[in-house]
């Protein structure tokens, strides 16, 4: 008798079309294993052998193809250091700081494509890469929208926190929430009354119901936060004497993360406080930039972000620290 008409050459066979089946079934259409079971007339378990058999058979062949824009290594390693659920460090290509903001802007863009629902509730800051994130932004899970930090005077009129909230509102088509008032006002009676108006008050409520928030990192310096040129000229000093390096929704941190409330600043803010913005369970921070390593730095030790988009050049440095 021939090896192929024997008993045990059958049964083999049979197991080889077995395990392509459930292979098939679980890898291609994702049926589950207890489906496949029952499908097949086997226990679970021996469901669970068969997919094992199936890679290490060579049947089945797992390649994981990262985008060649992102640089896993990096991003692991920048996740693991700091203690990150994600780290997303981008390959950008040489030229304009405008064009490498639009590079991490896309990533972002597709991040919140990805792993948005419908149920969330999203906080969004603002800057020029949030700004840049919402040009590559097509369609998004019908969500709220939150606008978490007033308008700061910039020349650029485009570039504010309730432009980028409107747009990013317009791709999700769900309810938005502006803030239409200033960031910072003269004194903290003017912002407590501004706060109290009805339709601001609306919207910091829904500051303690954000599930996802998307912010900015501002690096301390006259060019690097908008934050900082907005403020009058003693009370920069103040901050930066009391040892400034980074902003995160306008909250100034020292190189440890830990907030700085010199000349009474945080009182005369219209915008999501740290406690609150710390409560978020997903909170993406997004900058670039060998000049802002430090402020991203503060702003990884601070706690307040869970995962974030960087480039190369800044990566590097937080790795060195």
């Known amino acids: 008798m021939s090896p192929l008409t024997r008993p045990e050459g059958q049964a083999a066979r049979l197991h080889v079309v077995t395990t392509v089946l459930a292979a098939r079934r679980y890898f291609l259409d994702g049926a589950s294993k207890s489906e496949i079971a029952q499908e097949l007339g086997i226990s679970r378990f021996k469901v669970a052998r068969l997919l094992d058999d199936a890679r290490s058979n060579g049947i089945v062949r797992i390649e994981i ?19 990150l659920r ?38 969004l800051s603002w800057g020029r890469t949030l700004h840049a994130m919402v040009g590559h ?104 004497s009391a040892g400034a390096v980074a902003d995160v929704c306008s909250n ?20 999501i406080s740290p406690d609150q913005l710390r409560a978020v369970p997903d909170v993406v921070g997004i900058a670039g930039g060998a000049g802002k390593a430090p402020a991203i730095l503060a702003a990884l030790r601070s706690g307040l972000i869970h995962q974030l988009i960087t480039d190369e050049d800044a990566a590097r440095l937080l790795l060195a620290s």
């Open 137 to 240: 932004l097509s369609r998004l899970p019908s969500c709220a929208v939150v606008q978490i930090v007033g308008s700061v005077p910039t020349l650029e009129l485009d570039v504010n926190s309730m432009e980028v909230v409107r747009r990013v509102a317009d791709c999700a088509g769900g309810p938005v929430y502006p803030l239409p008032v200033p960031l910072l006002v003269d004194s903290a009676e003017m912002a407590a009354a501004l706060r109290s108006d009805p339709h601001v008050h609306k919207t910091i409520a829904m500051f303690d119901r954000l599930t996802k928030a998307v912010v900015g990192i501002g690096a301390w310096t006259a060019s690097g936060s908008t934050v900082r040129s907005a403020l009058p000229q003693d009370l920069a000093a103040a901050l930066d």
């Open 252 to 271: 100034v941190l020292d190189a440890d993360g830990r907030e700085i409330r010199a000349g009474g600043l945080p009182d005369r803010l219209i915008a």
């Open 86 to 123: 994600d780290a997303l460090v981008v390959r950008t290509m040489d030229g304009p700081d405008d064009f490498k903001r639009e590079q991490l802007g896309r990533a972002c863009a597709e991040l919140l494509t990805q792993t948005l629902e419908a149920d969330d509730i999203l906080g």
């Open 65 to 83: 193809g990262a985008p060649p824009e992102i640089d896993v290594d990096l991003s692991t390693e920048v996740a693991a250091r700091y203690g």
